[in-house]
């Protein structure tokens, strides 16, 4: 009992906080209502946010929903990442006239290491809950997070797949 209690008032907590922090913009809604929603409901752009992704879940009375919205921000952010990824290698391929061939090779090898695990440096940007129930959330990475993790991705693969990088 006194778990639920402290979960529940660090939720009520929580979204207080955050919550309040952005202000609402016309024309963005929840996507299971109309009701007005932060800008970065509807992938907005945050300052000092280089790649995000929003997740959703239906609130639960031991806090879980936070979680499972988080979980599913961060499935949505290995995707971004991958693509962030594959669009940096393609341009450093065209820049140094890296044939194709090589790149189709060299593309897989890299964003297989992209997982909910290397996810480190994810943060919290934001937390919403709806008049429906429904809490939102925001997780991103900044820039220089961002660049670690490709780092590490390109420095693994090198690693475990030499031949494709000669």
Same mark, same amino acid.
């Given at each position: 009992?006194?778990?639920?209690?402290? !979960?529940?008032?660090?939720?009520?907590?929580?979204?207080?906080?955050?919550?309040?922090?952005?202000?609402?913009?016309?024309? +963005? !809604?929840?996507?299971?209502?109309?009701?007005?929603?932060?800008?970065?409901? +509807?992938?907005?752009? @945050? =300052?000092?946010? =280089? @790649?995000?992704?929003?997740?959703?879940? =239906?609130?639960? %009375?031991?806090?879980?929903?936070?979680? %499972?919205?988080?979980?599913?921000?961060?499935?949505?952010? @290995?995707?971004?990442?991958?693509?962030? &990824?594959?669009?940096?290698?393609?341009?450093?391929?065209?820049?140094?006239?890296?044939?194709?061939?090589?790149? %189709?090779?060299?593309?897989?090898?890299?964003?297989?290491?992209?997982?909910?695990?290397?996810?480190?440096?994810?943060?919290?940007?934001?937390?919403?809950?709806?008049?429906?129930? &429904?809490?939102?959330?925001?997780?991103?990475?900044?820039?220089?997070?961002?660049?670690?993790?490709?780092?590490?991705?390109?420095? &693994?693969?090198?690693?475990?797949?030499?031949?494709?990088?000669?």
């Amino acid at each position: 009992m006194i778990y639920r209690n402290f !979960v529940i008032i660090f939720v009520a907590l929580f979204f207080g906080s955050i919550s309040s922090s952005y202000a609402a913009v016309a024309g +963005c !809604v929840f996507y299971n209502s109309q009701e007005v929603a932060p800008s970065w409901i +509807c992938d907005a752009l @945050v =300052e000092g946010v =280089e @790649v995000s992704a929003v997740g959703s879940s =239906e609130a639960s %009375d031991l806090g879980a929903g936070v979680a %499972d919205a988080v979980n599913s921000a961060r499935i949505q952010l @290995v995707q971004r990442m991958k693509v962030q &990824t594959e669009n940096t290698l393609r341009q450093f391929a065209a820049r140094n006239n890296i044939p194709p061939e090589k790149l %189709d090779n060299i593309i897989p090898s890299v964003t297989k290491q992209i997982t909910v695990g290397s996810l480190s440096g994810t943060r919290l940007f934001g937390a919403v809950q709806s008049k429906g129930g &429904t809490i939102f959330v925001l997780i991103g990475l900044d820039v220089a997070s961002m660049q670690k993790i490709f780092q590490a991705a390109v420095s &693994t693969s090198k690693a475990n797949n030499p031949e494709v990088w000669r």
